[in-house]
């Protein structure tokens, strides 16, 4: 039988559920590890580290299906030392993950050659982002929805004299976020919530835009945030 997501719950609104822990007490990923030459060597040499977070508790009963998206790490600042992270906010009529900030992507067509040429492909279709900007690093552990999407995660460096070009019936905003705020664990928030008889955790990441007018907060939940926190533990182990 099938479960309604948490997303879909009428008035759900994962802001209002209980925050019980910041991870104050952990390291943050220092600014000379965010450099380009500095993530290159990471991935060219890794060391043993654990994804914290593999599988989350299903939603639904539904095949699995497999899924790759691109994590664009865009070189901003003098010798590109202030990298950011590219997102997206979906549009809020798809059926999966609606209205939800996510990277780039979708699910890996018979036409692509692996993960990574999905994740190209996907950046591509969904906000125009050229592959001749795009230098892929690597990949991380494949991360499992409750919705079913075994997801690639496919970590590039991305110039940033790039152009996009927004699909506006998947993605209504793209937007970035320093990388070295994600890969603070004092802006990790960890929630609780107990739905369906089950006990329910998750990471958010809420960013507050600097605006002298219009501040915004742009709420970094669910997959998103597990796939970055993975991130945080590749880079900090």
Request: proline share 10%; glycine share 6%.
């Amino acid at each position: 039988m099938s479960i309604t997501p948490l997303s879909k719950l009428p008035h759900f609104d994962p802001r209002l559920v209980p925050v019980t822990g910041v991870d104050t007490h952990l390291p943050h990923v220092s600014a000379g590890l965010l450099v380009p030459s500095a993530l290159q060597r990471r991935f060219e040499t890794p060391s043993e580290w654990q994804p914290e977070i593999v599988l989350e508790k299903k939603f639904a009963d539904r095949p699995p299906m497999r899924a790759a998206v691109l994590v664009p790490i865009v070189m901003r600042g003098p010798e590109a030392s202030q990298p950011t992270v590219l997102l997206t906010q979906r549009t809020a009529h798809l059926s999966t993950h609606s209205g939800q900030i996510a990277f780039p992507g979708g699910k890996v067509d018979e036409t692509d050659i692996d993960a990574t040429a999905a994740a190209l492909r996907e950046a591509h279709e969904e906000v125009g982002l050229d592959g001749r900007f795009v230098q892929v690093l690597g990949t991380l552990p494949t991360y499992t929805t409750g919705t079913s999407f075994i997801i690639t995660p496919v970590v590039a460096l991305v110039q940033p004299d790039f152009e996009l070009k927004i699909n506006p019936f998947e993605v209504a905003d793209a937007f970035e976020v320093p990388l070295e705020f994600l890969m603070n664990p004092s802006n990790h928030h960890r929630h609780t919530f107990n739905w369906d008889g089950q006990h329910r955790e998750w990471f958010s990441m809420p960013y507050q835009e600097p605006h002298p007018e219009h501040p915004r907060e742009r709420f970094i939940w669910g997959a998103t945030a597990g796939m970055l926190r993975n991130f945080y533990r590749f880079l900090v182990s």
